[in-house]
């Protein structure tokens, strides 16, 4: 049985989603979208000089950027944007395995759609499928004025 797609625009593609990036942080630090499904999202981002701390070790300041814009971005598609903008109202992260190269690939999946608030559950994960971090990011939807 297939699921029915969670998005506003139901033919929305990657491609679509690209704009997104370019002119922003996840621009900087280098994350590209990666899948689209009925419901999730997915983005990767490379483990370098922009993502890494001192130690060489994967920043988890990096990991909450990688968790909040591919959450961010997914309440966004999810909403009507002519009557409607999302904005994070809290986050948090459990680096469980440390990163020192390659990719890492977060995938964004509701915990719940409601019309003021999504909670978008987030596992980021290395290019051997292992588990780096996992996040819960609550999005405000928030009505246009004028």
């Known amino acids: 049985m297939e699921s029915k797609s969670i998005w506003f625009n139901k033919d929305i593609s990657i491609a679509d989603i690209q704009?997104?990036?370019?002119?922003?942080?996840?621009?900087?630090?280098?994350?590209?979208?990666?899948?689209?499904?009925?419901d999730f999202l997915t983005v990767r981002m490379?483990?370098?000089e922009r993502t890494r701390q001192p130690y060489g070790l994967l920043h988890g300041g990096a990991s909450c950027a990688l968790?909040?814009?591919?959450?961010?971005?997914?309440?966004?598609?999810?909403?009507?944007?002519?009557?409607?903008?999302?904005?994070?109202?809290?986050?948090?992260?459990?680096?469980?395995?440390?990163a020192r190269q390659g990719f890492v690939t977060a995938t964004a999946k509701p915990l719940h759609l409601?019309?003021?608030t999504h909670v978008w559950d987030i596992r980021i994960t290395d290019e051997a499928d292992k588990l780096v971090c996992i996040s819960r990011l609550t999005v405000a939807i928030l009505e246009k004025k004028g």
């Open 67 to 98: 968790a909040e814009t591919v959450g961010s971005i997914a309440s966004h598609l999810r909403i009507d944007p002519a009557k409607f903008l999302c904005v994070g109202l809290e986050i948090n992260a459990n680096h469980v395995r440390s």
């Open 19 to 38: 704009q997104f990036t370019p002119a922003t942080m996840a621009g900087h630090l280098g994350m590209e979208w990666v899948a689209i499904g009925p």
């Open 114 to 116: 409601g019309s003021s």
């Open 46 to 48: 490379p483990v370098d």
